[in-house]
């Protein structure tokens, strides 16, 4: 598929890996920010609607699972060690309200993930952006 990324006005390139990443987390457009990155859940837009950049070119593959795995056991170990330490409640109360809070938490965290992860391989020019790196487009001329 050619690569038919609009021009775009400099001024609204992302300054830094930090702007990318952030726009990808929020769901918009690493470009360009201007418009959704997900067409779907998980799915992102085959292209930006605003300045055209090819969104398939991504593999994000097992990366984004793999980030909301480790960010929900990281908040989740807390929340375990205090409900066990200060809460009577049995068992089965305890499994049932961590297996609920985990899988929200997970469900919540993919999407920022997966975007976190497009937007970087955008900025670095991995996988399908290989040559189009958003770091060079953003680079002073
Ligand atoms: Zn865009």
Redesign the pocket.
Same mark, same amino acid.
């Given at each position: 598929m050619p690569d038919l990324a609009l021009p775009i006005d400099r001024a609204t390139l992302p300054q830094g890996l930090g702007g990318a990443l952030w726009r990808g987390v929020r769901g918009t $457009?690493p470009? $360009?920010g201007?418009?959704h990155l997900f067409a779907r859940i998980l799915k992102p837009v085959e292209r +930006?609607a605003? +300045?055209g950049?090819n969104w398939t070119l991504h593999a994000a593959d097992d990366f984004p699972p793999y980030i909301a795995i480790i960010l929900t056991g990281h908040i989740m170990a807390p929340v375990i060690i205090a409900l066990g330490l200060h809460s009577a409640l049995s068992a089965w109360a305890m499994m049932l309200i961590v297996a609920v809070l985990a899988v929200v938490l997970l469900g919540s965290l993919l999407q920022p993930a997966k975007g976190g992860v497009i937007a970087l391989q955008w900025w670095l020019g991995l996988n399908g952006f290989a040559g189009k790196a958003g770091r060079d487009e953003a680079a002073p001329a």
């Open positions: $457009c470009r $360009c201007g418009t +930006c605003m +300045c950049q």
